[in-house]
């Protein structure tokens, strides 16, 4: 998957926060270019296991789970016959550690995007079974019914809309990397980036952000130097050196890292988070089902009793993902507008 992606291009592809967590991996897929499954019989056992065979990106943690019958009663009837909730990952052919990537196992599916299907799949008291996709054919599988819905680090945009419905689960963000020996935080304000040298990759939303800034900063007297590597390599040479003061890229491709480099001479930290979708709005992942399924308000009031419960905030620690937890889910909320996306 190409790492140069825009706001625009949400549309037709990946975000651009996954793109470019795409690269933090160096972890193989399933084979073949279509869909891949596997399933794990969660809502029988009454608990669901995230982080396993995750290759150190997460802290493996048990959860207890069962189906709430109040919930399950909102299902279709066609799905809630059918005793399982057929989940779309769009994770082929690399993954996107941590959210979606084939485990140390070599062959199971992981991630925090296929362990919160599974947590849903368990309150709906339904069988989960996880099938694996390209970024393009997620959305033809939603389209043609080969899954009801996909957890897959989708943002929530108006265009969408006219295909879909969703039920949101993370915040879509952005957020800054540092060694973690760094005393500078980002404190939502540009005016904290005055004097900083920041990396970032070329072509995504977040270098169109940072450019922004670097603008303002400009007319106001103020210096902010932007620098570009080839690869995430280079850019953590650099930061490991001190020729950039931080890294500006996906939160979760940050999340990520930061587990990685935990026990090396170079630890790192994240310093702050920005909304993917600029100052105007808070981006939004959400689990996405094909328009008028019936299917958004039964997962939505799902995600809400694993927040109620705090199952949500312990599968989110457990990915290193506690910055993106959103206070509740909501079936459509205001998502990146036409002239944003």
């Known amino acids: 998957m190409s790492t140069h992606f825009t706001r625009r291009s949400l549309i037709r592809g990946i975000t651009a926060a996954t793109a470019v967590a795409s690269l933090a991996t160096g972890l193989a897929a399933c084979g ?135 039920a949101s689960y993370r915040k879509d963000n952005l957020g800054f990397e540092v060694l973690k020996s760094s005393k500078w935080n980002f404190d939502g304000n540009y005016e904290s980036l005055a004097g900083k040298t920041v990396s970032v990759g070329a072509g995504t939303n977040q270098e169109k952000i940072l450019l922004e800034w670097k603008k303002k900063l400009e007319s106001e007297g103020k210096k902010l130097t932007v620098k570009y590597y080839p690869d995430r390599n280079g850019t953590y040479l650099a930061l490991n050196s001190g020729k950039i003061d931080t890294f500006f890229g996906p939160n979760p491709g940050i999340a990520y890292h930061i587990t990685q480099s935990a026990n090396t001479p170079n630890p790192t930290r994240n310093a702050g988070t920005y909304s993917g979708a600029g100052a105007s709005l808070q981006g939004l992942i959400a689990a996405t089902a094909k328009k008028d399924s019936g299917l958004a308000k039964p997962v939505a009031d799902a995600i809400n009793y694993l927040i109620k419960n705090g199952q949500y905030a312990k599968w989110l620690a457990a990915w290193n993902l506690s910055n993106e937890a959103v206070a509740k889910s909501e079936v459509n909320p205001p998502g990146l507008p036409l002239d944003n996306s």
């Open 32 to 166: 073949g270019n279509s869909d891949a499954a596997t399933s794990t019989d969660a809502a029988a056992s009454g608990s669901v296991t995230v982080g396993q065979l995750s290759n150190g990106a997460a802290k493996q943690t048990g959860l207890k789970v069962s189906e709430v019958k109040s919930i399950s009663a909102e299902l279709p009837k066609s799905v809630k016959n059918s005793g399982k909730l057929e989940i779309g990952i769009g994770a082929l052919p690399a993954g996107f550690a941590p959210l979606a990537y084939v485990g140390s196992d070599q062959k199971t599916l992981t991630g925090a995007e296929p362990d919160f299907g599974r947590l849903v799949a368990a309150v709906l008291g339904l069988k989960p079974e996880l099938k694996n996709f390209t970024w393009e054919n997620l959305f033809v599988g939603i389209d043609s019914g080969k899954v009801n819905v996909a957890f897959s680090n989708v943002t929530d945009t108006e265009e969408r809309k006219k295909k879909y419905e969703f």
